[in-house]
Every structure is written in structure tokens, then in C-alpha cells.
């Protein structure tokens, strides 16, 4: 059962930039830190961001740094994450993840690719 609902992904060129949404369903994920994480063709899921409850701590992967964004909104019960200058390596299938309640959302595609 998923209990986050993602969109926002797609394909984009080198360079361009993809804003993520996760809404969470029948959940309220205000009270939960939230992750993005990424799975790539052939690779392991890997951490991409997370952010605390209150917003005031987000954390990154090394290479996304600079570049991507993790926010939310309790309010919308939704967390986001922007992308910018995405790169090819960056092509992977993107889950929200709540670690504590280890639930997650159905995943959604990015593809970067001239």
C-alpha cells in the first residue's frame, strides 16, 4: 500500500529543471522526517535529501548539492523537491519515503537526456 502519491517527473534535456511532488494519502506526514530517494537502472536505491519535520534541517547527496532543493508544506501535507541544472546521471525513479513509518510512495520516472 502507498501512502504518498508522486508527480512532477519526466524528461528533460541536460540543464533543465523538474520540480517533484509528494503528497502524502490517508496519512499525516507532518509529524515524520521526510527522504528523497533514487533508484537508477541496474543500481541500488540511493539518499537523495531529506528534511525534518519543522523544516529547519535538509541534507544531501553529495552530487545533488547546489543543484536540488527538498522543501514541504504540513499544511498540504506535501513535500517537494526541486531540481535544478539536472544532469543525465541524475535519470533514476524517485520515491518519497518516510523512514520512520517506512512507508513509501509509488515512485515516478525523471529521465535526463539530450
Known amino acids: 500500500q502507498e501512502h504518498f502519491v508522486e508527480s512532477g517527473g519526466g524528461m528533460v534535456q541536460p540543464g533543465e529543471s523538474l520540480r517533484l511532488f509528494c503528497e502524502a494519502s490517508?496519512?499525516?506526514?507532518?509529524?515524520?522526517?521526510m527522504k528523497w530517494i533514487r533508484q537508477a537502472p541496474g543500481k541500488q536505491r540511493e539518499f537523495v535529501a531529506h528534511?525534518?519535520?519543522?523544516?529547519?534541517?535538509?541534507n544531501y547527496k553529495d552530487s545533488v548539492k547546489g543543484r536540488f532543493t527538498i522543501s514541504r508544506d504540513n499544511a498540504k501535507n506535501t513535500v517537494y523537491l526541486q531540481m535544478n541544472n539536472l544532469k543525465p546521471e541524475d535519470t533514476a525513479v524517485y520515491y518519497c519515503?518516510?523512514?520512520?513509518?517506512?512507508?513509501w510512495g509509488q515512485g515516478i520516472q525523471v529521465t535526463v537526456s539530450s
Open positions: 519515503h518516510a523512514p520512520y513509518v517506512n512507508y
Open positions: 528534511i525534518t519535520e519543522d523544516s529547519q534541517i535538509a
Open positions: 490517508g496519512f499525516d506526514m507532518s509529524t515524520e522526517i
